[in-house]
Nanobody, 118 residues
Framework: QVQLLESGGGLVQAGGSLRLSCTAS????????MGWFRQFPGKERELIAS????????YYAGSVKDRFTISRGNAKNPVSLQMNNLQPEDTAVYYC???????????WGQGTQVTVSS
């Protein structure tokens, strides 16, 4: 069974940092573009960062640019997200996902809650 599992979420004060990791099982994702999404209550998931196969191609949403850093890892942990200077508006459920076709994310984790207190 192919699975992605996020970890590293939690409660942090404004200005703090968290590092999210994504653990893969059932297959490798070395040939997939990896992305991090977040979802606010009552809203659709939004792509906040993605990284290409080689790690050279990255994308950041304007709301996280210069604060979050996406990076590729090994086969077991194909992607992580370093989040710095977190703010209350970053409070959301964060998901990692994998796309074999650009823009078509077909594998998803179950999400991890990030809560930032003011």
């Amino acid at each position: 069974q192919v699975q992605l599992l996020e970890s590293g979420g939690g409660l942090v004060q404004a200005g703090g940092s968290l590092r999210l990791s994504c653990t893969a099982s059932g297959r490798t994702f070395s040939s997939f573009r990896m992305g991090w999404f977040r979802q606010f209550p009552g809203k659709e998931r939004e792509l906040i960062a993605s990284i290409g196969v080689t790690g050279r191609s990255t994308y950041y949403a304007g709301s996280v640019k210069d604060r979050f850093t996406i990076s590729r890892g090994n086969a077991k942990n194909p992607v992580s997200l370093q989040m710095n200077n977190l703010q209350p508006e970053d409070t959301a459920v964060y998901y990692c996902a994998a796309a074999s076709t650009p823009g078509q994310y077909e594998y998803w984790g179950q999400g991890t809650q990030v809560t930032v207190s003011s």
